[in-house]
């Protein structure tokens, strides 16, 4: 089985100032690793995916995310946060071991990032 | 492109109504999902279709049906709804390059209350 946990419902930053988005997971091959953004009333927007390879994932909008494997997780990361990065921010993982089936994903429950002046 | 569409955008039904959703996508994208968004819950599938021709269930099925219409449709259906059906639903794609290890692409999504 697959699962995947945002330990936490709300991060709150100063425009500026670095930003962590917290996500750990738990597959029983190797994790395949993304992250996606949802505005309000919007559909989720792909930032960025980890699949093999460099353990530093660049993605869209300067968004960047470290894969860790002893530690099972898998942060969003941003060196500056800007206003217009407050959304909705979910994780989601697909065992490697899962083979035919499409590419079904796990979500998280989702983090809410409030970025202030 | 138009990337994945989803018809209707809101919609409010009384118990035991039934109604479809509508998706659609222009890519050519083989597999398909049908995913509700709840407050505290994120995301949970309810039905996928790997390729034209197949569906199969997700997390949560029970109350839905579904129908792989051709390559580029994907409906949902609720034959009886009922208010815990409340909820905002996605549609989402994922193209045939690359195996099983691409994105999905998604849409708007339906806001649907039941009464």
């Known amino acids: 089985a697959q699962s995947v946990a945002q330990p936490e419902d709300q991060v709150n930053v100063a425009e500026g100032n670095p930003l962590t988005v917290k996500c750990t997971y738990s597959?029983?091959?190797?994790?395949?690793l993304f992250w996606y953004v949802q505005y309000p009333n919007r559909g989720l927007q792909f930032l960025l995916k980890?699949?093999?390879?460099?353990?530093l994932v660049k993605g869209s909008y300067g968004f960047e995310a470290e894969f860790n494997k002893s530690q099972t997780s898998f942060h969003l990361k941003k060196p500056s946060a800007l206003v217009s990065d407050s959304a909705l921010y979910f994780c989601a993982v697909r065992d490697g071991m899962l083979t035919g089936g499409g590419n079904k994903l796990t979500f998280g429950t989702g983090t809410q990032l409030k970025v202030e002046l | 492109n138009a990337g994945v569409t989803q018809t209707p955008k809101f919609q409010v039904l009384k118990t035991g109504q039934s109604m479809t959703l509508q998706c659609a996508q222009d890519m050519n994208h083989n597999s398909m999902y049908w995913y509700r968004q709840d407050p505290g819950m994120g995301l949970r599938l309810i039905y996928y279709?790997?390729?034209?021709?197949?569906?199969d269930k997700g997390e949560v099925p029970n109350g839905y049906n579904v129908s792989r219409l051709n390559k580029r449709e994907f409906s949902l259906r609720l034959e009886s709804a009922a208010p815990s059906q409340t909820s905002v639903y996605f549609c989402a794609s994922t193209p045939p390059t690359g195996g099983n290890l691409n994105e999905q692409f998604f849409g708007p999504g339906t806001r649907l209350t039941v009464l």
């Open positions: 597959v029983s091959g190797n994790p395949y």
């Open positions: 279709s790997a390729s034209e021709g197949t569906t």
């Open positions: 980890y699949i093999t390879g460099d353990n």
